[in-house]
């Protein structure tokens, strides 16, 4: 069978899967496992197990199980609701403040969580109905939290960022440092939309704070600032590596939510562990699924004929840049971004390097695309999270998206015709 016919197996029985609703790990596994049975006769079974086995065994992986921890620790405490309120304090009175609060809140626990989901419960919760007893309008403050959300994917650390440097042997901790910049842009475009839609709207302002609120709102919440600047002060200075500050992550989650605050009781942390425990699962299942897949469609050199296919023989940097972002912006509508990343990073990361690509900027350029292909329509999952959490239909938690996306896609085209802004940090 050809190169191509094998391609196009895959994909179709993939696609199949997918449209049957099985298991997003068997949607995987099965498309490499049929070929390597039916195709390279050449290659034991057993070799399946053993990829299966070298995808979970990559030692950046030591961190992601931690930093979950670390992120359900305080989620079950209470940090997000102490950053709430700090950062209320010092702009909930501008106009706009109280969406801008909401978006730079995002970006905070985003720094603890390092996970969308995580992000848009704690934080968008808790917001939300402030927001429209405030007077904001449900569908615009809706858009707002889901893509601040997704600043959590940017900011360290970052699961998306490990995948990506797992499956191309890129520096975990030059991606963390790097993703700092762009989230920020992120967080800056946001919030200047933010005050001009409650200008537009008349918004109502709330009051400005006290000196004694200042006072205390920084003594409750001035402790969960602590720990984006260790994670990302610690590893810029090289006191520690990212999966060593995954182990500091977890310690300064538990001194804050279990000795500061006296959130989270000793006994808490069985289901806290089981939690962690079974989105680890899910996570490392996918790895392992991948790393078959990756070695299956690499020794059948289907990366370089797609590459070849849509790209050509010897295309420039920003050719593949523009077409490594829109191919994983539209397969991350329909698949989780840490499998969007495991299946399509091989194919692209060859040709971008060759172009002269650096690695960390399109390592930046794609966990973005994941990050923007999680709230986009039809099936990003940030979409039905929040459908789930605010108990809002799909058209409402769509409906004024797309200004949020093309805030996006214009962050997008400055990182690809300005990759300074996200490698001077690491230069």
């Not at 299966?52 to 940090?79: C, K």
């Not at 609120?213 to 994670?231: D, S, V, W």
């Not at 299942?285 to 004929?305: H, M, N």
């Not at 940030?382 to 962050?411: D, E, G, M």
Request: aromatic share 10%.
């Amino acid at each position: 069978m050809s190169t191509g016919a094998v391609s196009a197996t895959i994909m179709g029985i993939m696609f199949l899967m997918f449209v049957l609703n099985f298991p997003m790990y068997v949607a995987i596994i099965l498309p490499p496992l049929t070929v390597l049975i039916l195709e390279l006769a050449n290659l034991q079974p057993y070799m399946a197990i053993q990829q299966l086995i070298a995808g979970v065994s990559t030692q950046a992986l030591l961190a992601v199980p931690m930093f979950i921890f670390a992120a359900d620790i305080m989620s079950a405490g209470q940090t997000s609701r102490r950053l709430l309120d700090l950062i209320e304090v010092f702009v909930g009175h501008i106009r706009g403040g109280l969406a801008i609060t909401t978006a730079a809140a995002c970006t905070f626990f985003g720094a603890i969580s390092g996970s969308t989901q995580a992000t848009l419960v704690a934080i968008g919760k808790p917001m939300y109905n402030k927001l429209i007893e405030s007077g904001y309008k449900k569908d615009e403050m809706l858009a707002l939290i889901e893509s601040s959300a997704i600043i959590a994917l940017l900011i360290p650390p970052s699961i998306s960022m490990i995948m990506y440097c797992v499956v191309t042997g890129a520096s975990v901790a030059d991606l963390f440092i790097s993703g700092v910049i762009p989230g920020l842009m992120m967080l800056g475009g946001f919030s200047i939309y933010s005050y001009f839609l409650a200008k537009k709207n008349n918004t109502p302002k709330t009051e400005r704070a006290t000196l004694k609120e200042i006072i205390l709102a920084l003594k409750n919440g001035i402790a969960p600032l602590g720990f984006p600047l260790i994670i990302f002060a610690g590893i810029y200075t090289g006191i520690f590596s990212p999966t060593e500050a995954a182990a500091v992550a977890v310690l300064y989650a538990t001194i804050c939510e279990v000795f500061i605050y006296k959130s989270v009781k000793p006994k808490d942390f069985k289901e806290i562990a089981l939690s962690t425990g079974v989105v680890t699962t899910a996570v490392f299942v996918l790895v392992a699924a991948g790393q078959l897949l990756s070695w299956v469609i690499s020794y059948l050199r289907i990366p370089q004929y797609i590459a070849e296919l849509v790209l050509g023989t010897d295309p420039s940097a920003l050719r593949v840049l523009i077409t490594t972002t829109v191919f994983f912006f539209i397969a991350g509508m329909f698949v989780d971004s840490i499998v969007a990343i495991i299946i399509l990073t091989p194919i692209f990361y060859g040709p971008a390097i060759a172009a002269g690509v650096h690695p960390i900027h399109l390592g930046i350029l794609i966990t973005l695309q994941a990050a923007i292909a999680s709230i986009s329509p039809p099936f990003g999952c940030n979409l039905f999270t929040a459908s789930a959490v605010f108990q809002q239909p799909y058209i409402t938690v769509v409906r004024k998206l797309p200004a949020y996306l093309i805030i996006l896609l214009i962050i997008t085209a400055l990182l690809i015709v300005f990759p300074q802004l996200s490698t001077f940090l690491i230069a």
